[in-house]
């Protein structure tokens, strides 16, 4: 099992900055990707970045504002969120994967952090 706990969320101004934290914990160390997904209000959710095997993959929306990061031990993930735009107003998840050869995958998430962008 891994747990995952964000935290990093907040009201900002349009143009501004965030920095959201995902601490993992538990079974992290066979984990296949790691990344961030997000929700907004009535919308269904959706990728933003994620980290499988070494590379990093972004949403077209967040290409040259989000940096995603982690650290070697998949305990820590970060997400870099700059130039922000009213848009970006959701609730942010971290998520994690597991492959399973000849089973189903794992899938984990965290509990979210509200990002809020005053226009």
């Known amino acids: 099992q891994v747990q995952l706990m964000e935290s990093g969320g907040g009201l900002v101004e349009t143009g501004g900055s965030l920095k959201l934290r995902c601490i993992a914990s538990?079974?992290?160390?066979?984990?296949?990707?790691i990344g961030w997904y997000r929700q907004a209000h009535g919308k269904e959710r959706e990728l933003v970045a994620i980290?499988?095997?070494?590379?990093?993959k972004y949403a077209d929306f967040a290409k040259d504002r989000f940096t995603i990061s982690r650290d070697r031990d998949l305990t820590l993930m970060y997400l870099n969120l700059n130039s922000l735009k009213a848009e970006d107003t959701a609730v942010y998840f971290c998520?994690?994967?597991?492959?399973?050869?000849?089973?189903?995958?794992?899938?984990?998430w965290g509990q979210g952090t509200q990002v809020t962008v005053s226009s």
């Open positions: 538990g079974n992290t160390r066979s984990l296949t990707s």
């Open positions: 980290i499988t095997d070494g590379r990093s």
């Open positions: 998520y994690a994967e597991r492959t399973i050869p000849d089973g189903p995958d794992d899938h984990y």
